[in-house]
């Protein structure tokens, strides 16, 4: 599905708004406006998941100072393993 979605419409992988246009949804744009907003007043975001952590990305290639707010959950761990490697990196 997210392959088919990149060859319709041919998102620029370095903007990040553009990103979120093409392939995202109401959920993800909302959570990178947590995540920004979130940033702005330095309080911590915990990010679980693969949408959260989605959203995360955009907001770091929108605001690459946001990056500080991100607090990947250590608590419980999603059974979703794709977003371990991408929030830690």
């Known amino acids: 599905m997210v392959r088919l979605a990149l060859a319709i419409n041919h998102p620029n992988p370095a903007d990040g708004l553009a990103v979120l246009a093409a392939l995202g949804g109401f959920?993800?744009?909302g959570l990178v406006g947590v995540i920004l907003s979130g940033a702005a007043r330095r309080v911590p975001v915990a990010?679980?998941?693969?949408?959260?952590?989605?959203?995360?990305?955009?907001a770091n290639a929108?605001?690459?100072a946001a990056h500080h707010a991100l607090s990947p959950r250590t608590g419980?761990?999603?059974p979703d393993t794709r977003s371990r490697s991408r929030i830690s990196a």
């Open 62 to 64: 929108l605001a690459p």
């Open 27 to 29: 959920e993800i744009a």
């Open 76 to 78: 419980r761990r999603s």
């Open 47 to 58: 990010v679980d998941g693969f949408i959260a952590t989605s959203a995360a990305l955009v």
